[in-house]
């Protein structure tokens, strides 16, 4: 069975950068396409980035554009997001999911990881 585990959540400056991490198991990860939602207290899951099970194709939610980058090594079955620049508005748990499609809905992934905390604040 398929699990995802997140990892690099931390507390940082304004400004500053982290990179997460999430590592999937499972005999047929490399087939999947992954995303990453976060949800910030009394706050509904939002989508954030989404790369297509190549790597060839990848997507942002317009908050994170020009900030954030994702990307995926086959090889380790891990996906990576890089933020930069951060800002205390993308203070949220942050989620890794996979699925069959790039959409931006939540319901659209199957597989969830279990969340790392972000914080931003100085």
């Known amino acids: 069975q398929d699990q995802l585990v997140e990892s690099g959540g931390g507390l940082v400056q304004p400004g500053g950068s982290l990179k997460l991490s999430c590592a999937a198991t499972g005999g047929t990860s490399n087939k999947y396409s992954m995303a990453w939602f976060r949800q910030a207290p009394t706050k509904e899951r939002e989508f954030v980035s989404s790369i297509t099970w190549h790597g060839g194709g990848t997507y942002f939610a317009d908050s994170v554009k020009g900030r954030f980058t994702i990307s995926r090594d086959s090889g380790k079955n891990t996906v990576y997001l890089q933020m930069n620049g951060l800002i205390p508005e993308d203070t949220a748990v942050y989620y890794c999911?996979?699925?069959?499609?790039?959409?931006?809905?939540?319901?659209?992934?199957?597989?969830w990881g279990q969340g790392t905390q972000v914080t931003v604040s100085s």
């Open positions: 999911a996979a699925g069959f499609t790039v959409a931006s809905r939540p319901d659209q992934y199957p597989i």
